[in-house]
């Protein structure tokens, strides 16, 4: 049995060492290395997640949580990228060209590792060739791009051109989000989905891979 309470109490206080320990307790136990990270790490972290959508959490707790995950997340990993489980699904993800802003996208990807997807972070100011590269090199299902200037935002809509033009665009959902991005500029240049904050950007991949 995991202790779902426990794992929550760890990862809310930023507990690393004590998320290891009861990772690598539960482990030794012999309980599966995806039900610790479903029922143990991920059900913290969605909790997390939902507190800091409310308002209940701060940035600073989402950081603090997702660095005590990443510390247990290590112990699981060799494990879980043996089998064919949530780890399977590959998200790109990188601000775009002109842009230096990375606190968002750092917060999307925590939580995106947190929701048990593979995130390869691309980094800042990207020009459309090198998400063109990254796609064809990684192979990812999904490619996600942040911009928090309004001078920045359109450098999604190039990137998704150079994309389409390429020929990968029927191959990836682009998925798009930052302060000045809204919902109708998502639609206008093509993407597949906008998500207004790190939580919601979870929740946004997991359906957009349902359809
Ligand atoms: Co800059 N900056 N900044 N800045 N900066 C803003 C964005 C600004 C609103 C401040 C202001 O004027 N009030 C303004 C933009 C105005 C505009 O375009 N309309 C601005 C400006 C003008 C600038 C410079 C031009 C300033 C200058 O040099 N004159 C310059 C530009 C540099 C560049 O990028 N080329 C600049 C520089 C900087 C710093 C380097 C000093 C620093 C960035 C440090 C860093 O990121 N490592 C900085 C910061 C920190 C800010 C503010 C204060 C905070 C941004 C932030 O991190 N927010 C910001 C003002 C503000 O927002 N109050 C501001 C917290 C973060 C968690 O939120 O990034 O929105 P956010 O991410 C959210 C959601 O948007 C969403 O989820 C996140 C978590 O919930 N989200 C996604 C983000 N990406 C997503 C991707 C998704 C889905 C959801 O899918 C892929």
Redesign the pocket.
């Known amino acids: 049995m995991i202790d779902k309470e426990m794992f929550y109490t760890a990862l809310s206080q930023g507990k690393m060492d004590e998320a290891k320990r009861l990772t690598q307790e539960a482990l030794d136990r012999g309980e599966p290395a995806e039900m610790i990270l479903k029922d143990g790490l991920l059900q913290a972290m969605d909790r997390i997640g939902l507190k800091?959508k409310s308002g209940e959490f701060y940035?600073p707790e989402v950081l603090i949580a997702a660095r005590a995950m990443h510390t247990a997340m290590a112990i699981l990993k060799p494990i879980l990228s043996k089998s064919t489980g949530t780890m399977a699904v590959k998200v790109l993800?990188g601000?775009v060209k002109?842009?230096?802003?990375?606190?968002?996208?750092?917060?999307?990807i925590m939580?995106l590792e947190g929701g048990g997807f593979e995130v390869v972070d691309l980094g800042?100011?990207l020009p459309a060739n090198k998400f063109i590269e990254a796609i064809k090199q990684h192979q990812p299902q999904v490619?996600?791009?942040?911009?928090?200037?309004?001078?920045?935002?359109i450098e999604m809509k190039n990137t998704i051109k150079a994309i389409e033009w390429a020929g990968l665009k029927e191959k990836v959902k682009i998925?798009?989000?930052?302060?000045?991005?809204t919902e109708k500029f998502a639609k206008d240049i093509g993407a597949d989905?906008?998500?207004?904050?790190?939580?919601?950007?979870v929740d946004?991949v997991r359906s957009l891979l349902a359809e």
């Open positions: 800091f940035i993800i601000t002109g842009d230096l802003h990375n606190i968002g996208k750092n917060l999307v939580l800042i100011d490619v996600g791009m942040s911009a928090l200037l309004t001078t920045t935002m998925i798009v989000g930052g302060a000045p991005v989905g906008y998500a207004p904050d790190a939580a919601s950007a946004l």
